[in-house]
């Protein structure tokens, strides 16, 4: 079991950046894929990036290629997405989530972070 706390959420207005990070506890976080998802108000959640264990690599939704990174370091047990050039449409609930396979999907994730609010002003 790989526990996840998530904060950096806030209010930011369109173009702003916002950096989100992921504190996991457990012995197995370094062997997870790491990743995130979305979800808006009258919207299914929807992927937004993963990175493998090794770091080596990584894979982003297409609405937001360019614009966000995500990142892990496993000797802090922590990973990050940083959200750049934000957009009024990239308000939303965001969840961090850590899974025992590559690519990310979300039948496939074993825990959950308990969500950071992102809301972009126009």
């Known amino acids: 079991q790989v526990q996840l706390v998530e904060s950096g959420g806030g209010l930011v207005q369109a173009g702003g950046s916002l950096r989100l990070s992921c504190a996991a506890s457990?012995?197995?976080?370094?062997?997870?894929?790491m990743g995130w998802f979305r979800q808006a108000p009258g919207k299914e959640r929807e992927f937004v990036a993963a990175?493998?264990?090794?770091?080596?690599?990584?894979y982003y939704a297409d609405s937001v290629k360019g614009r966000f990174t995500t990142s892990r370091d496993n000797a802090k047990n922590t990973v990050y997405l940083q959200l750049n050039s934000l957009k009024p449409e990239d308000t939303a609930v965001y969840y961090c989530?850590?899974?025992?396979?590559?690519?990310?999907?979300?039948?496939?994730?074993?825990?959950w972070g308990q969500g950071a609010q992102v809301t972009v002003s126009s």
């Open positions: 989530a850590a899974s025992s396979r590559y690519p990310l999907s979300a039948t496939d994730v074993g825990d």
């Open positions: 457990g012995r197995a976080f370094s062997t997870y894929t």
């Open positions: 990175i493998k264990w090794s770091a080596a690599s990584a």
